[in-house]
């Protein structure tokens, strides 16, 4: 009885939610989907395994949806430099191929009229009440 206690105790900090397990899978049989991830450079990989083709069972069913074409492009191959997303439309990578950080143009500041308020006179307005 006196492990389980000890056990416990020690078990009582740790987060058991936050815990991820993955399996680790041979490159070669990697899926080959490249990642946004955090949309620096493209070099994210899929870690799952493949299931038909080069792509695994997620990449692959979000493929077919997307007329057959990852939109990311597949992690042997050129990345795009501006991919297009079907749904949510133009993405910009953070930094170049060769990892180096874009040149951000500013844009200018658009100034927006400050409409005056009108000042309306207190009270309810003439002819609102329910007269019977």
């Known amino acids: 009885m006196d492990i389980f206690k000890l056990g416990h105790q020690y078990l009582q900090d740790i987060d058991l939610k936050s815990i991820q397990f993955k399996n680790k899978v ?3 049989k990697q899926c080959f989907a490249r990642l946004w ?8 990989r899929c870690e799952r395994s493949i299931k038909s083709g080069c792509l ?5 069913d979000a493929s077919q ?4 074409i990852w939109w ?3 992690i042997n191959e050129e990345r795009p430099e501006e991919p297009i997303h079907p749904i ?3 993405h910009k ?3 170049d191929k060769f990892g180096n ?3 951000v143009e500013k844009e200018e500041p658009v100034i927006e009229l400050i409409k005056e308020k009108v000042k309306r006179p207190r009270g309810r307005p003439k002819g609102s009440k329910n007269k019977k």
Do not use: T
């Open 26 to 28: 041979e490159e070669d």
């Open 37 to 44: 991830g955090d949309g620096s450079m493209g070099n994210d």
């Open 56 to 60: 695994c069972k997620k990449h692959l």
């Open 65 to 68: 949806r997307m007329n057959g």
């Open 72 to 74: 990311l492009g597949m």
């Open 88 to 90: 949510s439309g133009k």
């Open 93 to 95: 990578w953070s930094k």
């Open 101 to 103: 950080d874009y040149i």
